[in-house]
């Protein structure tokens, strides 16, 4: 992520209303939409198309779990978070660390997770490639 | 006695052992509404509960009653006796009292049956049924002489009772109207109580002039049937009490008019001496006949002590005694008499009844109230003892009474009696039999002994016998001048003809044999030497003419005993020639005795003893003849004749002498024999005493086993009634395992399996063989592990555990509970139910996602709903504008889903999404075309969706929005690159002129993406200048779902 240029954040939501609304948000945030995708074929595709420095991931997409789509996010260690209409729709163990956020989901609500998971990116990004975090900040 | 508006039989029913059998035989045929009430009287153990209501409460549909103090008896209900209490009744209502002792002695069935004659006289009704003793005879007795109904269970066929005593003793009393199977009883009934009514309209009718006189013809008819057929004349007879009798016949006889019984009555002569017997029960009880009891206590009884001392004996004999009535009525009347005499002569009254359980029922002297009326207050005091309910007859009149199986006409007679009472017997008796007994009766009295009959009864034809002492109170004395037969000729079937030669000899023009009989008697009468016949004993039992020379009457008690009779020196000589004959049975001579005669003279005489070959050897006669030796002489003249003849002297003075000392010895074996005689006699009178002393033991004790066996009889048939409840239960619960089919295990402390339910063998490989096996042998379906902890933790805490367990092979899932067992308030083992609970816990599952399922869908779809509002916002002019467009596109939604939800989120019809989105332009303005297509829940929201922005637009800028503007809707369904794909053509015509800039809004982007993003197809809008055309086609599968 060069300086001045906007986090690219990847929406996978089969919803396009939705994903609308949400790509508005992060505009409105500052930060670049990837996507939409409406389906986890879609989702797998973009990223190995295009850089994405973190993902918003509806967990259902139809009647299919986004689940392939974390998996592959997480080997890329890119940051992500789950948006999801379930209360308590227990999440498969490994993706226990990411952050979940109820549908539907406002700005104000958007804000800090989104903020820290690009944070999480940079410092990840930064111990990849043996760069000073203190410098990126 | 009550009088009620309408009379209805109180129907008392008595029964014993066997009884509970008997009384569901009558309940069952006693109809619902007999109209009769019923009270019932059993033998019940007073210290144990009774469940007799409850048994007869199955049985009759009639309201049931544990008998109250108080309690009016009313019609179609039925009263029981309560166990420990005496019932009685009084103007119809029962009195239930406790008994002062617990002795089981007490005749209760004869204490309320007598209770209810008294109180309800003819509208009473007396059943007996099964029963061990004589209960209830006494008792029917009072019913039927106050005009009752007696009925007892008729004991010939095989439905009879198990117990036949007491219905056996009632009938033999012949004081039992019906004799019928128990089931039959309940129409008799219901016939008797119509009869009552009847009865009353009846004697209503009577004092109706023109009826009475009706009434009376019959009665008179009657009365003449009787006179003629057995000479008795009812006339005198009161006239309700007569037709009450006839009417109780009718009954009997199922006939309803009295025309009818009259006819009967002329052509069965057994019916006559029906109704005779029972016009004749009146007053069977103590004195019966006051008037002739006073005769015999004033005139007879005192003769019969006159000149006896305390040595002597009065014997008396009751034969027929029945219930015992008369013989009690006798012995009181002997123990007033003895009271005011210093010697009391021992007094013994024989009564004797072919019947064995009247003599029983007469043993026991014990009589209800109502057959002592005629009993005076005195008398129930001095002889009397009253004893719950019934008298007991004091021990001194019992005690010279004894009783004893005996018939008149089979059984030889007594003998040597001073008084034959025989009451009302002879009545069942026909001529034949009476011209057999009257003789017979004759012969057991002493000479000069006296006979007591019943008023109806006679001897007018054995004037010969008896002469009458009060003609009219039917007392007679037996003549002692009548020739006396030995034996009682009865028992060879020979009937006696005494006074054959006087009669004889006034019979003249007789037969050829008759003359030469005649003719023979007149010559022996004549010419031939005196005689006399003798039997064994010296008693004369026949004169010849002039034997007054030899023989004469001697001072004191009359007497037949030749030496006694014999004339002074003969009466030496007669002895021991008599004692010779009978000794070698040869004949025997005297010869030159001198027998004083009058006026100091004597006469030589020779006498020949001879005993009659003809006569049997052990009642062997003897004749002896006195024959004349020259004429009279005065006592000189005989010494002188003595002197003559020296030789003959010497030798008579020999044979006087041997004749002394014989007699002498035989006076010593005579004295030495009576003695033996005496003592045996004594023997034998105190033996007699402890064997009558043992009898009543053994009846005492008889009749104790026989109510402990009445009880556990019935006692018996409660516990099979308990056993059939307890089978029944069983059963029930054996049905209710198998329909809930709720695997149940029954385990002891020691996890040993009790039983089991049939469902068991899904969890458990088990077999009925297992019971008593222990649970843990058992290989299971389920794993059960921690079981023995649970199953301790019960018995400890006495709590229910729960707890779900899986089926291994099933796939089921099962809650298993474990109760205690409790056995009053320990436990004593625990009972393991597995409830098949798979199907709950399937649906539980089932409905946690469909919750989570809808929670994601409303806050998707709230989702959805903020960002079209957000776009709505984006593209509204105004505030005004916004919510319009807003709430119009929410709207839509909600009928797309309102849809979706009366099809319960399956699949839409095509047409029916269409319907409500252009519903407002009215049908004439929108063509729809297109085949029946489903569609599933997203692609109808989709749909919906669409079409709504569609007819907005349309309505707003488009073809709808001026009145002659159209649009067209088809769809298809087509096959495109291998898979199935709907079409969708939107088409406005006569609309205004298209321009593109118009629709570049949210309502244009929203077709576009729902069907590119949310249908997955392709969108095509055109402005064509004639209308706006979209057409839309997406697959019929979308790639998501």
Known sequence: MSDGARPRILIVEDEWLIADLLEAMLDELGYDAVGPASSVQEALELIQEQAVDAALLDVSLGRVRSYPVAEALMRAGTPFLFLTGYIDGDLPAQFRSAPVLCKPVSLVELKAPLEQLVLTDARARSEKTSTDVSLSR | ?1041
């Open chain 2, 1 to 1041: 006695m009550a009088r009620r508006e309408a009379p209805f039989p109180i129907v008392g029913v008595g029964a014993s052992a066997g009884g509970v059998e008997a009384l569901e035989g009558f309940f069952r045929g006693v109809p619902e509404n007999s109209g009769c009430g019923f009270v019932v009287v059993t033998h019940l153990n007073p210290e144990r509960r009774s469940l007799l209501p409850e048994i007869v409460g199955r049985y009759t549909s009639m309201p049931v009653h544990v008998a109250a103090d108080g309690a009016v008896v009313a019609a179609n209900e039925v009263h029981i006796l309560p166990p420990d209490a005496i019932l009685d009744i009084e103007n119809g209502k029962l009195r239930v009292r406790k008994p002062i002792s617990l002795r089981r002695e007490r005749k209760p069935i004869d204490i309320f049956f007598s209770a209810l004659a008294m109180d309800q006289g003819e509208c009473a009704a007396g059943v007996v049924l099964s029963g061990g003793d004589g209960d209830g005879t006494l008792g029917v007795k009072a019913i039927k002489e106050r005009g009752g109904l007696t009925i007892a269970q008729s004991t010939s066929d095989s439905s009879g009772p198990n117990y036949p005593d007491m219905p056996e003793s009632a009938i033999a009393s012949g004081m039992v109207d019906i004799a019928t199977p128990a089931e039959q009883m309940g129409t008799r009934l219901v016939e008797f109580a119509a009869s009552l009514l009847n009865f009353e309209r009846l004697m209503a009718d009577e004092r109706r002039d023109d009826d009475d006189k009706a009434l009376n013809d019959a009665r008179h008819e009657i009365c003449a049937i009787i006179r003629n057929q057995l000479g008795h004349d009812f006339a005198g007879y009161k006239g309700k009490t007569f037709l009450r009798r006839v009417q109780r016949r009718m009954q009997v006889n199922h006939l309803d008019s009295l025309e009818a019984y009259i006819e009967r009555l002329r052509q069965e002569p057994k019916e006559v001496s029906a109704l005779f017997r029972d016009l004749l029960i009146n007053v069977t009880n103590f004195f019966r006949d006051a008037d002739a009891f006073k005769v015999l206590e004033e005139q007879v009884i005192p003769k019969l002590f006159a000149g006896r001392g305390a040595e002597d004996a009065i014997r008396v004999w009751v034969p027929g005694c029945a219930t015992g009535e008369e013989v009690f009525s006798i012995a009181i009347l002997m123990q007033e008499h003895m009271q005011r005499l210093a010697a009391k002569p021992r007094v013994q009254i024989f009564a004797t009844d072919i019947d064995d359980h009247a003599l029983s029922v007469a043993r026991a002297g014990r009589y209800p109230e109502a057959l002592l009326d005629s009993v005076s207050e005195e008398r129930r005091k001095r002889f009397f003892t009253y004893d719950d309910g019934s008298y007991l007859l004091t021990k001194d009149v019992r005690d010279i009474c004894v009783f004893s199986p005996h018939s008149v006409i089979r059984d030889p007679p007594f003998s040597r009696l001073d008084l034959v009472s025989c009451r009302n017997l002879l009545i069942y008796f026909g001529a034949d039999m009476q011209n057999q007994v009257i003789p017979t009766f004759h012969y057991a009295l002493k000479p000069g002994g006296y006979l007591f009959l019943g008023t109806s009864e006679n001897v007018s034809q054995f004037a010969d016998l008896f002469t009458a002492i009060d003609k009219k109170n039917r007392v007679f004395r037996s003549r002692e001048d009548a020739s006396r037969v030995r034996l009682p000729l009865s028992v060879s079937g020979f009937r006696p003809a005494p006074f054959t030669p006087a009669r004889l000899t006034g019979s003249h023009g007789a037969g050829p044999v008759a003359l030469r009989q005649s003719v023979e008697g007149y010559v022996l009468e004549r010419f031939a030497p005196a005689h006399v016949v003798v039997n064994r004993d010296g008693d004369i039992v026949f004169y010849s003419a002039r034997t007054g020379k030899y023989l004469e009457a001697a001072p004191g008690a009359p007497s037949r005993q030749l030496s006694t009779l014999a004339r002074k020196g003969l009466r030496l000589d007669l002895r021991t020639s008599l004692r010779e004959a009978i000794e070698t049975d040869a004949r025997v001579e005297r010869s030159g005795i001198v027998v004083e005669g009058e006026d100091d003279r004597v006469q030589r005489v020779d006498l020949v003893v001879e005993p009659m070959r003809d006569s049997p050897p052990e009642e062997r006669l003897f004749l002896i003849l006195f024959t004349d030796v020259g004429p009279m002489l005065s006592r000189q003249e005989a010494d002188n004749a003595t002197d003559r003849s020296d030789e003959s002297y010497v030798q008579l003075e020999r044979e006087l002498r041997d004749t002394r000392e014989r007699l002498q010895s035989l006076i010593e074996e005579y004295e030495t024999a009576l003695e033996e005689l005496k003592s045996s006699n004594e023997e034998l009178v105190s033996v007699n005493e402890e064997v009558q002393s043992t009898n009543e033991e053994l009846e005492a004790s008889k009749e104790e086993l026989q109510s402990v066996n009445e009880e556990l009889h019935t006692v018996n048939a409660e516990l099979n009634g308990k056993v059939d409840q307890l089978d029944r239960a069983n059963l029930d619960l054996t049905n209710l395992f198998e329909s809930t089919r709720v695997a149940t295990v029954f385990l002891d402390r020691d996890l040993v399996i009790r039983s089991f339910t049939p469902a068991v063998s899904e969890i458990f490989k088990i077999r009925p063989s297992d019971r008593g096996r222990p649970l843990t042998d058992l290989a299971g379906h389920v794993e059960l592990p921690g079981l023995q902890d649970d199953i301790r933790k019960v018995f400890a805490t006495g709590e229910t555990v729960e707890r779900a367990v899986d089926h291994e092979s099933r796939g089921a899932k099962y809650l298993l509970r474990l109760v205690p067992y409790k056995d009053s308030d320990k436990i004593s083992g625990v009972v393991l139910t597995f409830v098949d609970v798979t199907t709950l816990a399937n649906a539980e599952a089932h409905q946690q996602v469909l919750i989570a399922e809808l929670n994601h869908r409303v806050k998707n779809m709230l989702a959805v709903v903020i960002s079209i509002a957000e776009h709505t916002y984006k593209d509204a002019p105004d505030a005004k504008a916004f919510k319009d467009r807003l709430v119009e596109r929410i709207k839509a939604m909600a009928k797309s889903y309102e849809l979706l939800a009366r099809e319960n989120w399956t699949e839409t019809l095509m047409r029916d999404l269409v319907k409500p989105q252009l519903a407002p332009y009215g049908p004439d303005r929108v063509a729809l075309n297109g085949p029946q297509l489903r569609l599933n829940p997203k692609q109808a929201l989709s749909v919906g969706m669409v079409l709504h922005e569609l007819a907005t637009n349309a309505g707003k800028y488009g073809a709808l929005s001026q009145p002659d503007g159209r649009v067209e809707l088809s769809w298809d369904e087509h096959a495109h690159n291998g898979a199935q794909e709907i079409q969708l053509a939107w088409r406005e015509i006569d609309g205004p002129p298209v321009s593109e800039e118009r629709n570049t809004g949210f309502g244009l982007k929203l077709i576009e993406r729902e069907t590119v993003r949310g249908l997955g197809g392709a969108c095509n809008i055109r402005f064509d200048p004639t209308g706006l055309q979209v057409s839309l086609s997406f697959p019929k599968e979308a790639p998501n779902e």
